[in-house]
T-cell receptor
């Protein structure tokens, strides 16, 4: 159990285009999902917290108009990188919060590598 | 401020035991997590501690002392596939995960 999928796993796009990344919790419902970015050899950096049915909460320094997040259902959150530029090239990882009795855990999707040319 | 400290890199020998330490200072505490991340992949969940003591799961064990703000991940019978980064994360009072920078573990034959 507790499987999270991401699609696509790889995307290469031209500068100025928009890219949508999907994050799905396959066997559980997630009212909260998280979007992270990780540059090579660096730590995970939380970009935003996505709550089902409400607006996402963005971390300081993350442009909400550039990184659009939609959490339309309890199993799906999407991140759209609008007007992508080469500096947006990174490894984007989502996680979904699973709440059990006395325990709350985040399970990660496999990640999406974005390369903007 | 909130802070998670763990060593940047450690080296160990195949078959041996290694302990990766993590100290934390956070606003509130709702549990401590250890994740494993192989190069180029997303993190995978290893363990969760919310009460003091040792949690054993196969070759991996995790220890927590809340009064000391301290945890460690113990890996026994090291295998080459254990070469990875190990991330310590603490869930604060807002149920947000605060991440350490990770410890890169290098296993030598």
């Amino acid at each position: 159990g507790a499987v999270v999928s991401q699609h696509p796993s790889w995307v290469i796009c031209k500068s100025g285009t928009s890219v949508k990344i999907e994050c799905r919790s396959l066997d559980f419902q997630a009212t909260t999902m998280f979007w992270y970015r990780q540059f090579p050899k660096q730590s995970l950096m939380l970009m935003a917290t996505s709550n089902e049915g409400s607006k996402a909460t963005y971390e300081q320094g993350v442009e909400k108009d550039k990184f659009l997040i939609n959490h339309a259902s309890l199993t799906l959150s999407t991140l759209t990188v609008t007007s992508a530029h080469p500096e947006d090239s990174s490894f984007y990882i989502c996680s979904a919060r699973l709440v059990r009795t006395f325990q709350e855990t985040q399970y990660f999707g496999p990640g999406t590598r974005l390369l903007v040319l | 401020g909130q802070n998670i400290d763990q060593p940047t890199e450690m080296t160990a020998t195949e078959g041996a035991i290694v302990q990766i330490n993590c100290t934390y200072q956070t606003s509130g505490f709702n549990g401590l997590f250890w994740y494993q991340q192989h190069a180029g992949e997303a993190p995978t969940f290893l363990s969760y501690n919310v009460l003091d003591g040792l949690e054993e799961k196969g070759r991996f064990s995790s220890f927590l002392s809340r009064s000391k703000g301290y945890s460690y991940l113990l890996l026994k019978e090291l295998q080459m596939k254990d070469s990875a980064s190990y991330l310590c994360a603490v869930m604060d009072s807002n149920y947000q995960l605060i991440w350490g920078a990770g410890t890169k573990l290098i296993i030598k034959p």
